[in-house]
């Protein structure tokens, strides 16, 4: 055996998180117990949004072991081979029941406590090679520590930064003057718009459509392309980003402006908006979609769909439609509507007149699933709460002619296994930084109110 060969012994929330995660691991071996199996096989009659991911998972594994013979699943069946370069490794059960309770083991009461025996005795089997947990689960990750287990790790190939601090923003803010940076630049106009070329070395390191700010407040402009000597970014003068409007509302900072401009453009197809609580990501995009799909007509109904960690549960079980359903989690969106038109005569005729005129759908996202949403504009909201493969999920069910706006706060995770850095939310920032079609904006500042400002900075 290749003694720098790893064992991955997977818990079953990795498979939940990720149903392929089993070919993830390179050249190493893969182990799944049995208990593991178990957990699956009682979650996927759930009436949970959880339950899908567990017959994808036990689906998959099935594939991969329908071949096989008892002997051979024991003892590891050949993953596929990623490249040339790089020889795959076996994937194998591991049936944990026939461990015997030893002195030192955890008791086998839990399956978690199951889970982290039958490392520990593929540990001293495998020994010198490394013997690894995998799991989502921090408690289990210190239980299996305590418990003797030398090596237990989060999963990670879905974690594309480190920190959170190095998310990209979606702007680029130069100190003083934008033009004391640029030594050469050529200019073409072409009605409206004007276009600079300056060299790549005034930001070495930047992505398609990056908006780019000064502190002098003078300059505002895009990233529109660029090759190895000149970038070439759109002038987009910060006055007309700041006299930008959607069914009446104005930016109140500069930040705004720009998602504006991004949510207003009907060349991006997925606006991704992250920030604070109270820095206007849910009023600024509904105000968007009212303007696109009323005044504009550019698409032909408005679906808003979010995620709740209990929704999945809850949703079953209330009376009424899936519209009667969603509305307690949806409140956001009415809040937002009723700001937008809290001047009318009557409030409660236009919000119905409005629901119907821009054909506003509640949808939950278990409900995405399956779908082909054509010539909508898509409101995603609350989507720090869904892992990367939940988001990859209602992407691609965005056919011709439909625009995506992700809005979240990686400040206000409610899942159990995810975090700040392995949200889908920071996961779809890093992946479509350099499409051409999308746009990421962080909203910077609090614009809701004093108290909200303040309790954002010091609580």
């Known amino acids: 055996m290749n003694d720098e060969k790893i064992l991955y012994v997977l818990d079953t929330n990795i498979l939940l998180h990720e149903p392929f995660a089993f070919l993830s691991f390179k050249e190493h071996d893969v182990v799944v117990p049995m208990t593991v199996l178990e957990e699956l096989d009682s979650i996927k009659d ?91 689960d921090i408690n289990m990750r210190l239980k299996a520590k305590g418990a003797g ?60 459509n990056e908006y780019l700010i000064d502190e002098s407040e003078n300059f505002a402009g895009k990233v529109t392309g660029w090759d190895d000597e000149k ?51 849910t009023l600024l995009a509904l105000a968007s979609a009212l303007e696109q799909v009323i005044e504009r007509g ?20 209330l009376p009424g439609t899936e519209e009667e359903k969603m ?26 007149y409005i629901m119907e005129k821009a054909n506003i759908q509640f949808k939950s996202v278990n409900f995405m699933r399956g779908r082909s949403i054509q010539n909508s504009l898509v409101l995603l909201d609350e989507c720090q709460n869904l892992t990367a493969s939940q988001l990859k999920t209602i992407i691609t069910r965005c056919g011709e002619g439909t625009k995506l706006v992700c809005s979240g706060n990686l400040a206000q ?12 939310l920071t996961y779809i920032v890093e992946r479509f930084k350099n499409f051409s079609g999308s746009s990421t904006i962080n909203l910077n500042g609090v614009v809701r109110s004093r108290l909200a400002s303040f309790a954002e900075e010091n609580l």
């Open 298 to 317: 550019l698409y032909d109904k408005v679906i808003v769909t979010r995620s709740t960690p209990e929704i999945a549960e809850s949703i079953g079980f």
């Open 46 to 136: 759930r009436r949970k949004d959880v339950s899908r991911d567990a017959r994808v998972a036990i689906r998959a594994l099935e594939d991969m072991l329908v071949d096989a013979t008892p002997e051979e699943v024991l003892a590891g069946v050949k993953l596929p081979q990623n490249d040339d370069e790089h020889p795959s490794g076996c994937l194998s059960i591991f049936n944990d029941y026939t461990l015997e309770q030893k002195a030192g083991r955890l008791s086998f009461n839990e399956n978690d406590n199951r889970i982290i025996n039958a490392a520990l005795y593929l540990q001293e089997k495998r020994a010198p090679n490394k013997v690894v947990l995998v799991t989502k």
């Open 327 to 352: 509305a307690p989690w949806l409140a956001a969106i009415t809040d937002s509507l009723e700001v937008l038109h809290k001047q009318d005569e009557n409030m409660n005729g236009s919000l119905d």
């Open 231 to 281: 970038l070439s970014i759109m002038d987009l003068s910060r006055d007309r980003l700041m006299a930008k409007q959607a069914w009446g509302i104005h930016p109140k900072n500069i930040y705004q402006g720009m998602a504006l401009d991004a949510l207003l453009d009907p060349s991006i197809d997925l606006v991704i908006l992250t920030g604070p609580a109270g820095c206007g990501k």
């Open 413 to 424: 995770i409610d899942s159990n296994y995810l975090t700040a850095v392995t949200s889908g």
């Open 149 to 208: 287990l030398a090596y237990v790790e989060d999963y990670r190939t879905d974690q594309l930064i480190d920190d959170i601090k190095f998310l990209t923003k979606g702007y680029h803010k130069f100190e003083g003057d934008f033009w004391q940076h640029v030594n050469e630049c050529e200019s073409e106009t072409e009605g409206r718009n004007t276009t600079h070329y300056v060299k790549r070395d005034v930001l070495p390191n930047t992505y398609m």
